[in-house]
C-alpha cells in the first residue's frame, strides 16, 4: 500500500500535513487484502456515501467553485442485506492514489452492505470529522463499531482540505491547501481558515440531515434522532467539533481525538459534556491548548490518554499499515509502540461508553475512572 497523505506533525499542531511510511511492493503469490476489525455490536450494518451541494457560499479553498460541494457517508443498523455488496474502505480514485497497481495489495472492504435498509427505531446520531488532510474514511473501524450498537454515524469529507475526493459524476477535487511560505502567522491562519470552512460544512450538513431525504436509503432520515446529536472529531476534527458545539446547540457533546484547540470556545467555553482523548504523552500538562480550553468548559468534562499511542493511532491505519508490512520501527513515530487491533478496541470501547452516556442515557460506569480491563487508558486529573 503506497503512502497515504495524513496529518501525522507532532502534537499539538494539527495543521501540517505528511505522507505515512510506504510499504514495498510485495512480490509473489495474490494480493494480500488487508482488514479492518470486525464490529461487535449485535446490528449488521448499512452504508451509502452522498454528494450534498451548498449553494449558499462558494468553496473556501477554490473560490472560483462558487458551490460548496461536499461527500458525506451515513453509517447505520440494518437488516441481513447478503444480496447487497460490501461497501469498500475507499473511492476508486482514493485507493488508486493509495495503492497503485502492482503494490501486490488490496485494500479492505468494510462491514456495511451499500444501500441497505435501515433497521426500524429512533437512532441518535454521531458526526465525524478526520484529520486535516485525512479522508472521510480514516476511522471506519470506530464508525462501523458505534452503527452496530445502534447509532447512526456521519461522516463527512472536507473537500479541497481532504487529500482526495471523489464524487458520483468521476470528478475528483484534490486538495487545494496552499504550500507553506514561512511567512510570521501562516499556520494560524491557514487553521482559522480550515476551522471555519469545516465548521461550515458540518453545519450544513446537519441542516441537510434535519430535512427529510429521499436520497436516503429506506427508513434511514426517520430513524435519526435529531434530539440526540454528538461529535467526534480527530487531530483538526477534534477541534471543530468543539467550535462547531459552540456555533450550534444541536450538537449535545463531543470528542477530541488528540488535536490541539483553537478558535473562539478557546475564550467562550462549552457548557455540554466534552471529551479529550490523548495520545501518550499529549495532555493539558504539555498542549496549553488543552489546558486553556479545560478551563473554560461549563458542563461534564473529562480527559483521557491512550499509553503507548501516536497521532495517528486514532486512524485504520493503526491495523492497516502492520498488515501491509511496514516494519514496525518505522511506525513509532505516527503510529506509537500499541498494538493496532488493542489499540482500535480500547478506543472502540471508550467512544461508544462515551455515546451511551451523553447521548443514549445509558450510565455504564467505563467513564467513571481506571478500568482493569483496559489498563492502557489514562484518567488524567
Not at 520501527?329 to 452516556?357: C, F, H, K, M, N
Request: charged share 20%.
Amino acid at each position: 500500500m503506497a503512502a497515504a497523505s495524513a496529518a501525522v506533525a507532532a502534537v499539538p499542531a494539527p495543521a501540517s500535513a505528511a505522507d505515512l511510511p510506504a510499504p514495498g511492493k510485495r512480490t509473489g503469490g495474490a494480493a494480500k487484502r488487508l482488514v479492518l476489525p470486525a464490529p461487535t455490536g449485535r446490528h449488521h450494518l448499512g452504508t451509502v456515501a452522498l454528494h450534498l451541494a451548498d449553494r449558499s457560499r462558494p468553496d473556501p479553498w477554490v473560490p472560483a467553485e462558487r458551490v460548496r460541494e461536499l461527500m458525506v457517508q451515513l453509517w447505520y443498523p440494518a437488516p441481513d442485506a447478503r444480496r447487497l455488496p460490501l461497501a469498500p474502505w475507499v473511492s476508486p480514485a482514493f485507493a488508486a492514489l493509495v495503492n497503485p497497481p502492482g503494490s501486490g495489495y488490496e485494500l479492505p472492504l468494510t462491514h456495511a452492505r451499500l444501500g441497505a435498509p435501515a433497521l426500524p427505531g429512533r437512532r441518535p446520531v454521531v458526526l465525524y470529522s478526520p484529520g486535516f488532510g485525512v479522508e472521510r474514511t480514516a476511522s471506519t473501524a470506530v464508525a462501523e463499531e458505534l452503527a452496530s450498537h445502534g447509532y447512526i454515524v456521519v461522516t463527512i469529507d472536507h473537500t479541497h482540505d481532504s487529500p482526495l475526493v471523489e464524487f458520483p459524476d468521476g470528478r475528483v477535487a484534490r486538495s487545494a491547501v496552499p504550500p507553506p511560505t514561512g511567512e510570521p502567522g501562516e499556520e494560524d491562519r491557514l487553521i482559522a481558515k480550515a476551522l471555519a470552512a469545516r465548521v461550515a460544512d458540518t453545519r450544513f450538513v446537519l441542516d441537510w440531515l434535519a430535512r427529510p431525504q429521499r436520497a436516503l436509503p429506506s427508513g434511514l432520515w426517520y430513524a435519526m434522532d435529531q434530539r440526540a446529536i454528538g461529535m467526534i472529531g480527530h487531530s483538526l476534527g477534534g477541534t471543530t467539533a468543539a467550535e462547531t458545539m459552540l456555533e450550534d446547540g444541536r450538537v449535545k457533546a463531543g470528542c477530541n481525538l488528540d488535536g490541539a484547540m483553537s478558535g473562539r470556545v478557546m475564550t467562550e467555553g462549552l457548557d455540554r459534556p466534552f471529551l479529550l482523548v490523548g495520545s501518550e504523552g499529549h495532555g493539558r500538562a504539555g498542549d496549553e491548548t488543552w489546558a486553556a480550553f479545560w478551563a473554560v468548559l461549563r458542563g461534564p468534562r473529562l480527559e483521557l490518554q491512550l499509553r503507548d499511542s501516536g497521532h495517528m493511532s486514532f486512524t485504520d491505519y493503526q491495523v492497516l499499515l502492520p498488515q501491509a508490512g511496514i516494519p514496525a520501527e518505522d511506525l513509532v513515530e505516527p503510529l506509537g509502540t500499541i498494538d493496532g487491533d488493542r489499540s482500535v478496541r480500547v478506543q472502540r470501547a471508550y467512544l461508544l461508553a462515551w455515546a451511551d452516556r451523553r447521548l443514549s442515557g445509558r450510565r455504564g460506569t467505563l467513564l467513571d475512572g481506571p478500568c482493569a480491563a483496559f489498563p492502557e487508558m489514562r484518567f488524567l486529573p
